[in-house]
C-alpha cells in the first residue's frame, strides 16, 4: 500500500488538522470529529456525514450556500452519534435542524440515535434520508438502496433553501422531493485500499470491471469484462433511465408526536419531455477527461430518449478513495430545484458563483 | 490497460465533444484543436495550450478570469502552431495576444512559430515561458527546467489583470513575475498509462517513489523508498525553499525588433518573513484526503521558516492522467499578485467568487 499518509490510525486526524489549517472560514474539531462553518447562520442548519474517504463529502461541501456541519467517521465507517449531536449544537440557531444521511445501515441508526438526543433538548429536528442507487435493493450495507451521487446534488439545493431563509420543514420536504426525484448507478475499473485494512477491499482481473458499485467498493449487478466508455455508459444510462416508481418504507422523525413515523415513499418517474441535472462523479482515480468521454455518450442517450440535460456537474466530488471508475446521478428538476442548484456557494469542494 | 475511452485515435476528440455538450458558453473548436470563450471580451486575449492529459488545465482554466483559448495537443504531446495561431485569432480583439508556455521544448518551439504567425499578421503578442520545476535543471523534454504546477497559479493570476484591463505589457510583466516568484516539486507513487502506449510510462515497485516527477512522467531527483507523507513533505518543501536565485536566458519575442530577444532572468528567493500561496496539487489519483495531510505538513515547515501561507489552492489542478502523487508549488505573492489571485473566476475547472 502507497499512500501519503503517515500512521494509519491517525489518517482522519491529520487530514483534519490539514483542512483546519487550509480553511480558516471552518471550525474543525478534533473531539469528537465534526467540520463546521466557524461563524453560525440565522438559518435551518443543514448538517450530513458519513465514512471518511469519499472527499470533498461531505466536510469540503460545508461553507456559504451548502452545508452548515458535517461529520467524518473513519474511513467507509459511519461518524457516531455523540459527532452528529456535537456538530447540531455548535451549529444550530433556533430555526432547527436537518440531518441529511445517506442509506447506510450504521448511519441511519447513529443519525436516529442523534435525532432523539437532539430532539430530547427542545431542539427543532428533521431526518432525510438519501437512497439513489438503483443497483440493488439490498446490500452488505443497507437494507433498501444505498445513498451516493444524489448526497451531493441534494446538499447544495438544500443547503441553498437554507440560505435563503426556507424554514425546516419546507427545507426536509425539499430534501425529500430531491431523493424522490434523483437516481444513479456506478461502475469500478480499479479497487481501492483502506488504509486500515492495508490491501484493496476486492479485487479485479486485468480486464474486469464492476457495474453497480458502491462507494465503499460493495459489489453491485455484475462484474463484466472491459468495454468502451460508450458501451459503459450506456449500460449505466439505460438501466437509470429503466428505474421506475421505485417504492420504499422510510423513517422520519414526526415532530409533533416526538417519535419516529414510517411513510411509504414513491420514486418520481423520469420521462421523455423532462428536463435533468446530470451529474458525472469520478470513484476517485479516474481522470477528469474520460468523465468528458461519459459526459458525451450521456448526452447522446438522453437526447435520443427526449430528456434534456440543463446543467451538469463533472468531476471528483463523492468518491472512494482512489478507485478508477465513475458514477452518473440524473435528477429531474422544476424551477425550483433549478433556482436552488443555480445559487451561489462557497466551500472548499464547491464553488458557484 | 482499463481506461474510460473508446478508439485510442480518438481520446483527445471525445473528450472535447464531451467538454462542448457540457460548456456550451465556451466554443470548442475541433479542426484544429482549440477551447475559447464562446464571446471574446475586449481585452488582452491570454492563450495558453500543451499535451492533453494535464486536465482540467488548460482547457478547463478557458472563461471569465483566466484563458481566453487553449490549445490542447495530442496526450503529452505538445500542440501545433497551427492550433496555437487559430485560437489566437479566434480569441484576439485589438488588445493583443499573451502566449503562456510551459517550458518544454516542442511547447516552446511551436508557441514561437505561432507568435511569429500572429506577429505577421500585425497583431501585438507576447509569449511567456513557464519554467518553474526545481527538480531537474535539463531534461528529457526540456532545456533548462519544466514548466508545471506554477502555470495554474499564472493563468489565475494573469487572466485576472487581463480580465481587470491591463495592457499586453503589464500582463505579460505580470506573467514573468509569478514566474520568478513561484517553485514547485512533485513526486510520484505510481506511473500513470498514455491511451496510445497502452502500457504504464515507467514502473514503480511496491515500495518506490519518485522524487521528482514531471507530469509527463519523466524521471527525477531519486527513486526512494516509500516514506511517510510528512517525510515526503519534508523532503519537496526543503528543496523548493533551497532554490536560490535561478539564472535562464530565455527568449521573448520584441515588437519593436519584430525578432526574438534573448533575456537572462534571475529567480527572486524566498526568504523568511515572505508570505507565498501555497498549491498542493495531485498528479490525478491521488485522493484529496491525503493532499490535506501534505498540506499539514506544510504549513508546519513553512510557519517554522518564518513564511505565511496566505492563500492556498489544493486539489488535481495539473495532473498526469491517472498518476498517484502529488506536487507543491509555492508563489512568493506581494499585494498586486494577491489582489488578482483573489478577484473572480468562472472556468469549468476553477471557479472564484
Redesign the interface.
Known sequence: M?????DVDN?VV??????A??HPELKVNIDPHYICRAVTGDKVAVVSGGG??H??MHG?FVGYGMLDGACPGEVFTSPTPDQMYECAKAVENGKGVLFLVKNYTGDVMNFETAAELVAAEGIAVQSILVDDDVAVKDSLYTAGRRGVGLTVLMEKIVGAAAEAGCDLDTCADLARKVNLNGRSLGMA??SCTVPAAGKPTFELG??E?EIGIGIHGEPGIERAT?K???E?TEILTTRILADKGYTRTIREWDRVANDWVEKELVDEDLNSGDQVIAFVNSM?????????????KL?EICTAKGITIVR?L?G?YI?S??M?G?SITLLKVDEELLKYWDA?A?T??F???
Not at 502507497?2 to 503517515?6: A, G
Not at 476517485?284 to 458525451?296: D, H, K, M
Open positions: 502507497k499512500k501519503l499518509i503517515n489518517v491529520e487530514q483534519l488538522q490539514g483542512m489549517l487550509a471518511s474517504g472527499e470533498p469540503g475499473l480499479t486485468e480486464q470491471i472491459m468502451s466508455v460508450d459503459i476517485g482515480g479516474t481522470p477528469l477527461s474520460e468523465l468528458y468521454a461519459v459526459y458525451r448526452d451538469n463533472i471528483p468518491t478513495l482512489e478508477q465513475c451561489p462557497q472548499p469542494g464553488v458557484a458563483r
